[in-house]
């Protein structure tokens, strides 16, 4: 089994702050995505990322691929109240997903 | 809004009842899929549907049993379940490399 890594499992932070969380495996991505799931909700997709060493933006949230295509981060700047929620990174192969542990993110007002 | 719905949004059952898990997706994709999301474990995937067969049994118990009837719609028909079993259960559809997944259904296994 591909095991993802995901850390740090809980994060709680104030309004304003920055944030990183981290996704990490032993062997190589074919490429990699981002979700994040709400309470209540099922996960949904924030990016897709293939190339190593690739940086997408998507308004606040920075992604990064490691070189190596093993790891991955998401970094968010200036954290809201709204982005609280669980963030899920997932293997992609083909049509089938396999997700790692998550990371709960409480961002307080 | 996702397109994908998922019915009951919460169930109880014992372990001697059988009960059923319904999906349906609005967006004309052509594959389909059951996740199971507990608390001690990452989002498990369980079954996939392509083109209405199934391709993908990740070693699921027998009690769990899924249904395809046509490429709008799945089903998961739980019997005998164990108290183990209960967990967030969450449909998805996708046509290409993105799936889109339902709200989930919360089960409690009593």
């Given amino acids: ?109 | 809004e996702t397109g994908v719905t998922q019915t009951p949004r919460h169930l109880v059952m014992g372990m001697t009842n059988k009960k059923s898990l319904k999906c349906e997706q609005h967006l004309g994709h052509n594959a389909m899929y059951w996740y199971k999301q507990s608390a001690k474990k990452p989002l498990e995937l369980m079954f996939v549907y392509s083109l209405e067969e199934r391709v993908e049994n990740n070693s699921v118990p027998s009690r769990f049993s899924p249904e395809c009837p046509n490429s709008s719609h799945l089903f998961l028909h739980l019997h005998t379940l164990q108290p183990e079993d209960s967990a967030l259960y969450l449909c998805a559809s996708s046509q290409e490399n993105t799936q889109y997944f339902g709200p989930g259904t919360r089960l409690t296994v009593l």
């Fill in chain 1, 1 to 109: 089994t591909q095991l993802l890594e995901q850390s740090p499992q809980f994060l709680s932070i104030q309004e304003g702050e920055n944030l990183t969380v981290y996704c990490n495996s032993s062997s190589v991505f074919s490429s990699l995505q981002w979700y994040r799931q709400e309470p209540g909700e099922g996960p949904v997709l924030l990016v897709t990322v293939v190339t190593g060493g690739e940086v997408k933006k998507l308004k606040r949230l920075t992604f990064q691929f490691g070189d190596a295509r093993k790891d991955s981060s998401l970094h968010i700047t200036a954290a809201q109240p709204g982005d609280t929620g669980l963030y899920l990174c997932a293997r992609t192969a083909g049509n089938k997903l396999t997700f790692g542990g998550g990371t709960r993110v409480l961002v307080k007002p």
